[in-house]
């Protein structure tokens, strides 16, 4: 399944490796207030450690607007990862220039370095080539392990692939291997739940999940949106009407493999202290809007997973972040734990969910990448691993 050259197929010893990683992690007064994802790159770096490497590493981290910003510094990840590490990491105060060429070339096998954010760079996010070719002149091999950039073709993702040679983390291929093999060659039945505010942001992957799953479970916004193409009035409830054709096609694409919930749980205002009504589906009374699944949809929905092969799940199933409407979120959460499927969830909020419920020990596999794990879900190449050298 992954044809790409893994960074454990190439001899590192000696050699200076530049690792685009997923350090975009959230920074509470100068520390990193959740180090998931700098964990997640932890084996890739230690291998490189281990086996006599100097490691430079670079990510980037929020969207800074006008060039360098203070508040989306790297400096807190460096020194979190020290912490990690056990040992000192260097910090360059900048990307690319004199200041991070010194640092580079100073480098001894077993030491790592940090680059500041890669998008204090205009040229990043336009894949500038000129960018790319100073980053790659630091280095002597090119590791990408940023899977939660990897759909962008960024100077620092797909870039830099053109003028090193390229090879993958281990976080890359695991997420390649687990996500690509749900679509290629599921264990059965595989179920697919797709749950967040937009059907837009996820047609293709609707799309593409429909003609692979057994069964699409719908949870979230997006019921809303099926809702009111299979001509129910739904009230105040977020909709997009404008993709109402396109959800009146995938209704009729799915039949009877494309589910909505049975019962819904209704509000009368978007407030976590609103009152709640659960509503078996059917018309939804005006000033009031659909804001979680209910009972009996959670219960069909766990019934279903409980038997299921392979379970792919991204999107919340209702506004989880009030209590009162995050029972369908955390129900759905618990019957993919208990599942003996294969069980693999992207997207924020579904991990925040996972990971809220405490049931991450018990899933196969989180993604780190939301945008990346439903670009794969659709079907499409990811720039980032596309640029990497076939075995």
Known sequence: MFNKKLVTDVDVKGKRALVRVDFNVPIKNGKVADDTR??????????????????????HLGRPKEGPDPQFSMRPTAEHLAGLLG???????????????????ALKPGDVLVLENTRFYKGETK?????????????????????????????????VAHFLPAVAGFLMEKEIIYLGQAIADPRRPFIAILGGAKISDKIGVIRNLLAKADLVLIGGGMANTFFKAQGYPVGDSLVEDEVL????????????RLRLPVDVVIADRFEAEAEAKELEMGPIPSGWRILDIGPEAIAAY???LHGAGTVVWNGPMGVFEFPRFARGTFGVARAV?????????????????????????????????????LEMLEG?????VASLLDK
């Open 302 to 304: 766990a019934k279903v």
């Open 337 to 373: 734990a208990e599942s003996s499927a294969t069980s693999i969830v992207g997207g924020g909020d579904s991990v925040a969910a996972i990971n809220q419920s405490g049931l991450q020990e018990r899933i196969t596999h989180i993604s780190t990448g939301g945008g990346a794990s």
């Open 380 to 384: 499409l190449t990811l720039p980032g």
């Open 245 to 256: 054709d396109t959800a009146r096609q995938l209704l009729a694409e799915g039949g009877t």
């Open 87 to 105: 040992k000192p990491v260097a910090f360059a105060e900048e990307a690319v220039g004199p200041i991070a060429e010194a640092a580079s070339k």
């Open 38 to 59: 700098i964990v997640a790159a932890l084996p890739t770096i230690k291998y490189l450690l281990d086996h006599g490497a100097s490691v430079i590493l670079f990510s």
């Open 127 to 159: 894949n500038d080539m000129e960018l790319a070719r100073q980053w790659a002149a630091m280095a002597d091999l090119f590791v990408n392990d940023a899977f939660g950039s990897a759909h962008r073709a960024h100077a620092s993702t797909e870039g």
